[in-house]
């Protein structure tokens, strides 16, 4: 069974950093690429970052890029989003989300969100 | 950026009564190296993560009734619920996967009348 389990939301400062984490299992980790999603409270879905299976290819959404950091251990089954220079804006619940297939960049599979406040 | 926009915002239908949601795209999402539309569709329920319905404008994904159905090409799409039911009640979204940054639509919140 597939599952992503997203992690390190929490309450932060404007200016501050966070780093997320999604530990995968049930499939072959290297051979997907994933991305997060997030959703402000009560808005709709916003795309973040996203990479390729091996690593190599990298894509951010132009509202965090340079400031946010997208990687993943395969090694470990684990993506990661780096957050820094934390902004009011950036409050929302973030998804990490597995890619359908090659070439098709749907999410078939999602974890269940994990937290992100920014406010002073 | 490709910009997707969804009407209605909402809409209200009877059980067993056919639901339509329109998708639209800033410009096209036709694919010219497979000829098929860069086009998916989700459901999202309260509390919940979204749910893949239709990718390629059309395909269905595993487990989804075939009460959904997707349909369009290029810019204009469309999602149909052909009976609805109550476990039916949610926002549903379109996206985009023809190019970065990925987009999806603002979403259309469907409801029992």
């Known amino acids: 069974e597939v599952q992503l389990l997203d992690s390190g939301g929490g309450l932060v400062q404007p200016g501050g950093s966070l780093r997320l984490s999604c530990a995968a299992s049930?499939?072959?980790?290297?051979?997907?690429?994933m991305t997060w999603v997030r959703q402000a409270p009560g808005k709709g879905l916003e795309w973040v970052s996203a990479?390729?299976?091996?690593?190599?290819?990298?894509y951010y959404a132009d509202s965090v890029k340079g400031r946010f950091t997208i990687s993943r251990d395969n090694s470990k089954n684990t993506l990661y989003l780096q957050m820094n220079s934390l902004r009011a804006e950036d409050t929302a619940l973030y998804y990490c989300?597995?890619?359908?297939?090659?070439?098709?960049?749907?999410?078939?599979?999602w974890g269940q969100g994990t937290l992100v406040t920014v406010s002073s | 950026d490709i910009v997707m926009t969804q009407s209605p915002d909402s809409l209200a239908v009877s059980l067993g009564e056919r639901a339509t949601i329109n998708c639209k795209s800033s410009q096209s999402v036709l694919s010219s190296s497979n000829n098929k539309n860069d086009l998916g569709w989700y459901q999202q329920k309260p509390g919940q993560p979204p749910k893949l319905l239709i990718y390629w404008a059309s395909t269905r994904e595993s487990g989804v009734p075939d009460r959904f159905s997707g349909s369009g090409s290029g810019t204009d799409f469309t999602l149909t619920i052909s009976s609805l039911q109550a476990e039916d009640v949610a926002v549903y979204y379109c996206?985009?996967?023809?190019?970065?940054?990925?987009?999806f639509g603002p979403g259309t919140k469907v409801d029992i009348k």
């Open positions: 049930g499939f072959t980790f290297s051979n997907y690429a």
């Open positions: 989300a597995k890619n359908l297939m090659n070439g098709v960049a749907l999410y078939d599979y």
């Open positions: 996206q985009q996967y023809y190019t970065t940054p990925l987009t």
């Open positions: 990479i390729s299976g091996d690593g190599h290819h990298i």
